[in-house]
């Protein structure tokens, strides 16, 4: 057997990783925080000057709904897009990139985009579809609360939105601007809906601003009286709609207690219950007229009954909202899940310890891949590099060594979770930006085919996932989960590839590193809680000249590690 042995020297562990997370822990001071300088784990090199397009190649929108799409390219600027094969109804703003309009009629519609500038043009296939699906790609973007909890405003929101864009991460696909709890006042307006809190003074303003920049606007609510920080909810103990603790001022817009002393003091879990009277429509129907595109509902235990009565009330409201249930969605009833949500949460909060990335990416996501696919998306939760904090502590670079935010980043685009930035864009440095604006992890991510990575083989010290792609190329990512670095292999064959060899491309280098034939195994060192990325092409011919008519038997090897001596 043929063994090729790449040496990825800058992915072995080092040593003082340990002490030197703990010594880049952040202060208790929100102005004084250690940023620490990962500059020398980057591996995603910068875009090129030449246009790529990067936004998905598959996209859903309802029969009559408004179309908001922004082809997300990078290359220098001036760029002019272009599109072959739009239907009638929709057009395309040629300097910003944005596709608007609207299609009543269902079907698919194969699309040609073209990017193109000083540097020269790319052109990349988009396939419109018009149905009863949305959400035909896991959603990217951002939410608030890691990163200002329940402190959250219009402001904050705002900044975040224009940092986004700013830094150069919208011509990566990142789209919603999700606002976490923290943003509702009280019932009133003609719908007598929740209308928000003094820290947001115009909800249509912003999403109007926020879609000028070509992204999406996202909310929180939840079918409880009370949400989890104590504001207003769907539901009410009385057709009115008031909420006594917040009329008498017991919770204020930051979710902080008033008169601590008073023994009637307002206790939220108290109110963490369903009550008489559902206001669900209603606040649909103000969301969709603010302009909302996301919705974060949020109880536990998830339910069908309520799942669906807002599912339903989001149909009737006239505008495509992605519907996204939270928290630890039970598993007995994930078949109606993937019928009446475009995401649900699988498990509880994340946290920036390799403990919680672990429990989380490996050991309770595998039971939900049946029910994974476009337009129902299993949800591992938001993602914990950059500036995090804001949820419990204070304000801190996360936790996560460098290694074990490759394995984050590599482990949610396998899993083709969605992915929602929690740390403060404004403030991002740019190791964090390396992570989240590669477009080849990106592309796994938002692959249009929609299936999820299994372990193709694992123990307890390292895995191997395999994700089939659309074009039949296989992503496979190593993960060493052990505390010492591993040589982890695996040979094509094992993994289904039998015909012809397979080039083995390096994703987070963005480069090929070798041609590795059907017997062969290639392997890799791996650091500590670290992980690998390739991409291997192409898959298995569907031309019947190349396929072979014998069957040689020989041993196949499952993949695995080989310990660092």
């Not at 601003?209 to 606007?217: A, E, R």
């Not at 994700?467 to 982890?488: M, Q």
Request: glycine residues 8%; neutral net charge; hydrophobic residues 35%.
């Amino acid at each position: 057997m043929i063994k090729i042995r790449l040496i990825i020297a800058s992915l072995i562990a080092i040593s003082a990783f340990s002490s030197a997370s703990a010594k880049n822990k952040a202060t208790e001071s929100d102005t004084q925080v250690n940023i620490p300088d990962y500059s020398q784990y980057i591996l995603t090199p910068p875009a090129p000057e030449t246009p790529r397009i990067n936004s998905a190649m598959v996209f859903g929108v309802r029969p009559g709904a408004e179309i908001l799409y922004t082809i997300a390219a990078t290359g220098v600027r001036p760029m002019i897009f272009s599109a072959e094969g739009l239907p009638q109804g929709v057009t395309l703003d040629s300097k910003s990139g944005r596709i608007s309009g609207k299609v009543s009629k269902e079907g698919t519609y194969n699309i040609t985009l073209k990017a193109e500038n000083a540097k020269g043009s790319y052109s990349r296939n988009l396939r419109l579809v018009v149905g009863d699906k949305i959400a035909l790609t896991p959603p990217m973007g951002w939410n608030s609360w890691n990163c200002w909890g329940p402190t959250v405003s219009q402001e904050k929101v705002l900044s975040s939105a224009k940092a986004l864009v700013e830094q150069g991460m919208a011509d990566y696909g990142w789209t919603y601007i999700n606002i976490d709890d923290g943003w509702q006042g009280k019932r009133g307006g003609k719908l007598n809906a929740v209308q928000p809190n003094a820290k947001f003074p115009d909800m249509k303003a912003l999403a109007d601003q926020i879609h000028s920049m070509g992204l999406k606007l996202g909310v929180y609510s939840g079918p409880w009286v009370s949400t989890y920080a104590g504001h207003a909810g769907t539901h009410s103990d009385n057709p009115e709609g008031t909420y006594p603790w917040i009329e008498e001022g017991w919770c204020n817009e930051d979710m902080r207690m008033t008169l601590p002393d008073d023994p009637r003091r307002f206790i939220r879990r108290r109110h963490w219950r369903h009550g008489e009277y559902s206001w669900a429509e209603i606040d649909a129907k103000q969301w969709a007229e603010w302009g909302v595109d996301y919705l974060k509902y949020d109880w536990k235990p998830n339910d069908i009954y309520y799942t669906r009565q807002m599912a339903e009330a989001l149909k009737k409201c006239g505008r495509d909202i992605v519907y996204s249930i939270s928290n630890t969605a039970p598993f007995a009833d994930a078949y109606k899940f993937k019928e009446l949500t475009q995401c649900w949460r699988t498990t509880g909060d994340i946290r920036d310890t390799w403990q919680s990335i672990y429990t989380i990416g490996f050991e309770q996501q595998e039971r939900w891949a049946a029910f994974h696919g476009p337009g129902h998306w299993g949800d591992a939760d938001m993602l914990v590099v950059g500036m995090v904090g804001g949820w419990k502590s204070a304000p801190h670079f996360s936790h996560l060594t460098p290694d074990e935010q490759y394995t984050h980043i590599t482990l949610w685009a396998m899993l083709a979770s969605p992915m929602l930035i929690g740390c403060d864009i404004a403030k991002m440095d740019d190791f964090t930006r390396s992570l989240l604006c590669n477009f080849e992890v990106n592309d796994i991510l938002q692959d249009p085919l929609g299936m999820r990575a299994m372990p193709f083989f694992r123990d307890e010290k390292h895995a191997v996932y395999v994700k089939i792609l659309e074009n039949g190329d296989l992503a496979v990512a190593l993960f060493n989960t052990s505390e010492e670095p591993l040589t982890i292999e695996f040979e094509p064959r094992t993994l289904g590839l039998w015909e012809k060899a397979a080039m083995v491309r390096d994703v987070w280098r963005q480069q090929v590193v070798t041609l590795v034939y059907p017997g062969d195994t290639f392997s890799t060192d791996v650091a500590p809680h670290g992980a690998a990325l390739y991409r291997l092409s192409p898959g298995n011919s569907e031309d019947k000249s190349l396929i072979q008519t014998h069957y040689f038997p020989r041993k196949i090897n499952s993949p695995r590690p080989v310990e660092k001596k």
